[in-house]
């Protein structure tokens, strides 16, 4: 896929609502070669999706052996609204709490009381993160409006064949 291509898929108003979103659902190859798919926070920032973890995470092993991932984000109503995104993810060990860390998760119904809580919390606990840097190689929207899934559409036109046949 083209960078335009993924740029124009990306700069959607559906995409951008769901690049505003809290959560992602990153997908990887695990070390024991099976497949994981786990949700984690993340923000966008204009073209790289950052997400964020402890230094001990099971998943940077894997990813480390195996950069290649999918990220899905979506809706929760009908007809949900998908974004698609692949890529290779970079990992970044940062000192202290990156900032994106502390961005991504501000959005959470917190008062300002237990926003501070939190954020002391997280100050205590890690030395450092990993920044999970993802730059999209590949990108689908799926509004069920003006896009569906591949099969789908590929459905509709074999339909449409066979009734103008």
């Given at each position: 896929?083209?960078?335009t291509e993924?740029?124009?898929?990306?700069?959607?108003?559906?995409?951008?609502?769901?690049?505003?979103?809290?959560l992602?659902?990153?997908?990887?190859?695990?070390?024991?070669?099976?497949?994981?798919?786990?949700p984690?926070?993340?923000?966008?920032?204009?073209?790289?999706?950052?997400?964020?973890t402890?230094?001990?995470?099971p998943?940077?092993?894997?990813?480390?052996?195996?950069?290649?991932?999918?990220?899905?984000?979506?809706?929760?109503?009908?007809?949900?609204?998908?974004?698609?995104?692949?890529?290779?993810a970079?990992?970044?060990?940062?000192?202290?709490?990156?900032?994106?860390?502390?961005?991504?998760?501000?959005?959470?119904?917190?008062?300002?009381?237990?926003?501070?809580?939190?954020?002391?919390?997280?100050r205590?606990?890690?030395?450092?993160?990993?920044?999970?840097?993802?730059?999209?190689?590949?990108?689908?929207?799926?509004?069920?409006e003006?896009?569906?899934?591949?099969?789908?559409?590929?459905l509709?036109?074999?339909?449409?064949?066979?009734q103008?046949?």
């Amino acid at each position: 896929m083209r960078p335009t291509e993924i740029t124009d898929i990306l700069n959607r108003p559906i995409s951008q609502e769901l690049l505003a979103r809290d959560l992602t659902r990153l997908a990887y190859i695990a070390k024991d070669g099976t497949p994981r798919s786990i949700p984690i926070a993340f923000t966008w920032n204009g073209a790289e999706i950052i997400l964020c973890t402890s230094k001990n995470a099971p998943k940077l092993p894997a990813l480390r052996n195996n950069p290649m991932v999918a990220l899905t984000i979506d809706t929760e109503v009908h007809p949900p609204k998908i974004l698609l995104i692949r890529g290779r993810a970079e990992l970044d060990v940062v000192d202290g709490i990156p900032d994106e860390y502390l961005q991504m998760n501000g959005s959470y119904q917190m008062t300002p009381e237990q926003r501070v809580e939190w954020e002391a919390e997280v100050r205590s606990l890690y030395d450092g993160m990993v920044r999970i840097v993802v730059t999209p190689t590949w990108a689908k929207l799926i509004d069920f409006e003006t896009t569906l899934p591949t099969a789908v559409e590929e459905l509709i036109r074999q339909r449409a064949e066979r009734q103008h046949a």
